[in-house]
């Protein structure tokens, strides 16, 4: 009932009652909402009634001043008044003309979906919505539990669900003050369930961890999904005793506590197990004297297919050696000869206190011991045109390196007998380790296991096995953990028939070294300082003058490839407008100079076997103006004049 005789014209109202229905329809704007739907009655375009409603306004008018006097000339009386708040559930300006009403839930959460209970899955919105009549207007507060919702206070509930936690009784609490007492209804509850979801590992443990001895250590793991999983740690496939929480702690760790650690997560849809976490002891740190390597990549075979990645992983594996501090001798393309005299200068320099790593990547075969094949292999070749596994060790070997790992990045397959027949009847010759000590702390890696491929893809830069190791060959962890590492790496990635390819490695290790050890800070001997002065190559530059020309050009001289010291560019400059080519002064029956149309550089691969003079001429729109004639072997590396 209204308060007012409902016939009253709306400028009859008294005025108390007048400037209190302003100010509940000026506050929140809902003036807005009332002329809107007045418009609407009206026909008129409810943009153009604002905008006219909100002109001529000032301190003391409002748009709601506006509005009435509008409503008054259209003749507009209290119970139309009313009747129109009511249809815009305005109920605070409706309660200034009308007795209090109570309030009463119209529509309840569950009405629309004709259930009370919903699945939601995580991620997902949560959408529901209800109403209650009543002046003045009700208030509404969202529960979930029992709990209300921070900043969920109108009609309708849109929130997302990001835990299970959310899970449970969702209801809304309507409220009502009339006459400074409070009324409170509650809505029919739903109940909302949340989708199994499937463990998934947030969070992995570390992989690998190190603990100086009595010192505690926590490992951690996190997994999501629904119902809340279940936790349970191993140590070495053991299962740990009342370990069945996310974190494990193990106070006062010791020897005894050392071994590969994991944890076992399920809940009722699936089970999952973190990656292993290697924990050790954090012993004393090794140094070495010097760290020296030896890379071979052979991919440009003279009677063999040709392979596409060994000269990129070989170049990989040497800068990052390079950038462990190891001076590192790279070769790409040798022969048998040539590959002899590299282990042998290797050899000379692995003295008691020297880590050495040789890495070989390239063709080879696996007969009794595996065997590298050099770029000249004949097309049926036997054991005796190959580098024997053992020949390496026993060179490398001779004087007791303090480490040595080889990598063999290669087939480890029979070679065929219908290719080499004769290779399955030859004896072949043991080579013998010739040391007054019982060898230790040497690392055999390979790409592949005894008689099975190794495998490149085409198109890929990166041999499969390369890619991992370089991964994690430059880490601060043990030696053999590196070749662990790249083992279980790898085996993820392999499918089908790639699976063939299962990589290896053996060691007697006997200290904790790794590849990353620090080098002492003493005099080098003088065979160190003698392999530094081997290596070096800064790139060189010199004038050559050009007499019948009368001009003067710069020669400059690097390595072409990066780490590789046996390919070497001489490129020409000042010529902008002339041509230059470079020709060999005899003539050779593998040409080993290479030069791209319109350049005026050229790349010489294996430049100590260069027979005679490297012809430099120039010409001038096609005619020979002059020419001059250079001895390459001046500007090599020292090295190269000793593998060959």
Not at 74 to 85: A, F, H, N, Q, Y
Request: net charge negative; with cysteine.
């Amino acid at each position: 009932m209204a308060k007012i005789n409902e016939d009253v014209y709306l400028e009859h109202i008294p005025s108390t009652v007048y400037n209190e229905l302003i100010y509940e329809l000026n506050k929140n704007s809902s003036w807005q909402v009332l002329a809107c739907h007045v418009a609407k009655q009206l026909g008129y375009h409810w943009k153009s009634w604002l905008q006219s409603l909100e002109r001529n306004t000032s301190a003391t008018k409002t748009p709601a001043d506006n509005l009435l006097f509008e409503l008054n000339v259209k003749m507009c009386t209290v119970g139309i008044l009313c009747t129109l708040l009511r249809d815009c559930e305005l109920g605070d300006a409706l309660s200034v003309l009308h007795y209090p009403e109570e309030s009463v839930i119209v529509k309840h959460p569950a009405d629309d979906m004709g259930r009370d209970t919903l699945e939601i899955s995580l991620g997902q919105h949560l959408r529901l919505s209800c109403k209650a009549t009543g002046i003045p207007s009700p208030s509404y507060q969202w529960c979930c539990n029992n709990i209300e919702l921070h900043e969920q206070q109108s009609c309708e509930l849109d929130i997302v669900i990001n835990s299970h936690d959310q899970a449970g009784e969702y209801n809304c609490k309507i409220s009502q003050v009339t006459d400074d007492e409070g009324a409170v209804l509650l809505t029919r509850s739903v109940f909302v369930n949340i989708s199994h979801v499937p463990v998934v590992i947030q969070q992995q443990p570390p992989a690998f961890l190190e603990l100086k001895e009595d010192e505690d250590f926590l490992i951690k793991c996190v997994a999501h999904g629904h119902p809340e999983p279940r936790y349970q740690w191993f140590r070495d496939n053991t299962r740990l005793e009342g370990e069945t929480s996310n974190v494990l702690h193990i106070k006062r760790f010791g020897s005894k506590d050392e071994g590969k650690y994991y944890c076992f997560i399920s809940n009722d849809v699936n089970e999952v197990i973190t990656q292993e976490s290697r924990v050790m002891l954090d012993l004393p740190r090794e140094k070495a004297i010097a760290k020296i390597a030896l890379v071979i990549a052979n991919c440009d075979y003279e009677n063999h297919m040709c392979l596409e990645t060994p000269k990129n992983d070989a170049a990989q594996i040497g800068e990052l050696l390079k950038g462990m501090d190891f001076e590192v001798m790279s070769f790409v393309n040798l022969s048998l000869e040539q590959m002899k005299n590299a282990i042998k200068t290797f050899g000379e320099f692995l003295m008691e206190g020297v880590y050495g790593l040789f890495y070989y990547a390239g063709h080879g075969f696996k007969m009794q011991e595996s065997y590298m094949l050099a770029v000249d292999a004949p097309e049926s070749y036997l054991r005796k045109d190959a580098i024997c596994e053992s020949e390496l060790l026993a060179i490398s070997l001779k004087n007791e390196p303090a480490l040595l790992v080889t990598i063999l990045d290669m087939c480890q397959t029979v070679p065929p007998k219908e290719c080499n027949p004769d290779i399955h009847n030859e004896i072949p010759k043991v080579k013998e380790y010739k040391s007054k000590k019982h060898l230790r702390n040497l690392v055999q890696a390979y790409s592949t296991s005894s008689h099975r491929p190794s495998y490149e893809r085409a198109k890929n830069k990166y041999g499969f096995y390369t890619m991992h190791l370089s991964e994690y060959i430059s880490k601060n962890i043990p030696v053999t953990k590196v070749f662990e590492e790249v083992g279980k790496s790898l085996d993820k990635l392999l499918k089908g028939k790639e699976r063939n390819q299962i990589p290896w490695f053996a060691f007697n290790i006997t200290k904790p070294f790794r590849l990353t050890d620090a080098i002492c800070k003493r005099n080098l001997s003088p065979a160190l300082k003698c392999l530094n002065k081997l290596i070096a190559f800064p790139s060189k530059s010199f004038e050559i003058n050009l007499n019948q020309a009368g001009i003067s050009a710069k020669v400059n001289i690097s390595l072409f490839m990066e780490p590789y010291l046996n390919i070497i560019k001489i490129s020409v400059c000042n010529l902008d407008d002339l041509e230059v080519n470079f020709f060999n002064s005899v003539y050779t029956k593998q040409n080993k100079l290479f030069q791209t149309a319109n350049s005026k550089a050229c790349w010489i691969h294996n430049p100590q076997i260069y027979q005679g003079l490297l012809i430099v001429s120039v010409n001038k729109n096609g005619a020979l103006i002059d020419g001059i004639k250079l001895d390459i072997k001046n500007y090599i590396p020292l090295v190269l004049k000793k593998i060959s």
